[in-house]
């Protein structure tokens, strides 16, 4: 049977996180004049941050912490890094995060002219998230994109996320798919790529980050704009 189904992740993958959640910190960050109160540098802190949270995402993805868990500590254990223990400062940053990132929506290089293509090749296009419910819809909208898709699942649906096959199983049912008939995109290796495979379901790793990763069944792209050169 031939691929009718796309499933794409939406962060790092079409919707910019990294690029949109280092200007939104910056924005807090400068409101809440933290340099001035603290002497901390934002880079400095964005880099602690980052690792921090890079981390906390690998745990939730594997099943090892809650989704409660990861948003009570992503700030507060950067905060602690630089020796500041403040619940309340750390739960403000979170909220704020949370409101205003989707005030900064940098697609990926490539998205627009990408989902068009395919969707004018007649592709039923869909995104299978593991972010957070309450703003990956958001996120779709706010950025112009949401028009190209069918549907728009998130992992917070069913509290599993990818690389569990039960998720994968969601979304296809919710789309009328089926393994056969479907393919996963996305930029993380494990999550998106291995979770497909185990599955069943072949994918295309967005090895955007070069993260080098390799399989004899995957096809590996740089970039977006290298997909019309596969589908």
Known sequence: MTIQHLFFDLDNT??????NAYLTLKDIFEKENINALYGIDFEDFHREYFTINENLWAQIRDGEITKEYLRKHRFYDSFLFFGIDDINLSTSFENQFLD??????ELVTGTIETLTYLKNKGYELHILSNGFQEVTHRKCQMSGIAFFFSTITSADEISIRKPQAEIFQYALHKSDATIANSMMI??????????ALAFGMPAIFLDCFNDGYHAENVKTVQSLLEIKNIL
């Open 14 to 19: 079409l919707w910019d996180h990294r690029k």
């Open 100 to 105: 205003e990132i989707i005030g900064h929506n």
């Open 186 to 195: 996305g930029d993380d290796w494990i999550a998106d790529i291995e979770g």
